[in-house]
Structure formats: C-alpha cells, structure tokens
C-alpha cells in the first residue's frame, strides 16, 4: 500500500514551504478532522505557519480531539474587506487620505442620497496565502465549499496534496494521496508523518488512533488491514490513548426496556 502513494514527491514542496493549508471538506466525519488536527499539530510542532479550515462548523462529537478550537472557517486573512448595503448610483466618490498616521478612506454620498451609517458597515477578509495545501477527505474541490469558491487564486499558486480513501476520488490534486485499501484518511496520515519524520507527540497519535478506530468500527470493519494494526501500533508505541473517544462517543440505546407490569405493595408474587 506505500509503494502505491507517491510520498516522495511531496518532502521537497514540504522542505520549502513556509505557509500551509490543511483543508477539509464541508460536514467532515471524525477521521477526516482527527486526521488534519494531527497533521496541523505535528507541522505547527516542526515550526510551520499553518492553518486549518473546513467550511462548516465542528460538531459536538469532535469536542475531545486535539486542537479542534484551531480550525477556521476562512482561509483568507491578508485583505480587508469593507462592506455595505449600496443602492445604484448613491455613491459620489471614494478616496482615501492619511492623517496622524491613520489611513482614512472617505466615502463621499451623491447629492439626495443619504450618508453611510457606521453601524451598517461589515469588515472581513479575502486573500489566502500558502506555498503547500493538503486537502484531506474531499472528493473534488468543489466540496470545500467557500474555501475553494471564494479563494481559487491560491489553489493556482500552491502544490495541493490530495489525501483521501476513496475509490471515487476525482485525483484533483498534484500530489494524490489516494489509495482505497485504507481504512481511514487517519491511516494515511499517520504514514506521512512516519515516513518524512515529522514531529509527534501524545495528542497527534491520539488524534491518529481516535481517527482511525471511529473510521474502522473500532477494527471490526471488513476493510481494516493488516497495516491498519500496523499504524496503530506505531502511534501507541509513542504515546496514544487506545479508545479516547470511546466514551464520548458511544451511541445511546435506542432499545427499549421491556415492560414489567407494576405489582401493587402489600400483594404476594
């Protein structure tokens, strides 16, 4: 199964880059955010500039997994952007002055219309900035959502690393990382941080384990392999926690008790 990723292609762009993006597509599952939140941790722990991001909000069910405050819900930070309701033709002029070492830009209204009201004035930012992008559990691009829609520059400059298990992958990226006999994208994570050395720690590989045993039914899955045990081993040799998550995520019954007719006190059974 590693002679079939193309893994070597990957460690220059990783030597050079200095600005990365871990992706993950809208509504992930467990594995796909355990997966990123291990390789965020171990790329931050190496001393990269790194974010990550996933177009929908987190769930409650993630709540215990390592660095799930980091993920962002935009990529782009280096624009700012000023926003407001406009009506046509309302605007006279805009122009820009610096005064006391404050940059003020001045939007001046047409003769009959209204001035801007400080309160209907909205501030965001565009402008993603990376050299390297893994985009972990997506089938193509389009399934990140306002990540890819909002910053498709980004995606032309940077090397993208697809990494999912997929057979049906669309092998939109550079780099594919895809291989369908995995279990998990925790699995194939775990042998990317493996085979480039990069740094781990008890909260990567536990994020590792948690990923790969919610993705596997706990091993029980018919797609679990031998090298499954194998990465797993790895990560408890340095310091995972086997079934972090269990507790957290164990499913409520839905069986219902069976009925006992009450028996009245005093009364002989």
Known sequence: ?????????????????????????????????????????????????????????????????????????????????????????????????????????????????????????????????????????????EDLDKLYFNEKKVFEKSTTVNIDNRVNNTKFGQVNLVDAQFASCSEIVTLLIKKFNLPIDQDITTNLVAGVENNTSNFQAPNVSAATFELAAWCLKNGARKGYLAAALKPTSSVQPPFVTPVPVGSKT
């Open 1 to 141: 199964m590693e002679e079939q990723l193309n893994l070597t292609s990957i460690q220059e762009a990783l030597n050079k880059a200095k600005n990365i993006l871990i992706l993950l597509p809208a509504n992930p599952n467990l594995d796909k955010v355990a997966a990123s939140l291990a390789l965020y941790l171990s790329l931050a722990k190496q001393g990269k500039q790194v974010l990550v991001a996933c177009p929908s909000a987190m769930t409650v069910a993630f709540n215990r997994l390592f660095a799930i405050d980091k993920v962002r819900d935009r990529i782009g930070n280096r624009n700012l952007i000023i926003s407001f309701d406009y009506v046509k033709d309302s605007i006279e002029k805009v122009s820009y002055n610096i005064e006391n070492k404050k940059f003020n830009l001045v939007v001046e209204p047409r003769a009959g219309y209204s001035s801007l009201k400080p309160d209907k004035v909205s501030y965001s930012y565009s402008g993603a900035e990376s050299d390297l992008i893994f985009v972990i559990g997506a089938l193509k691009l």
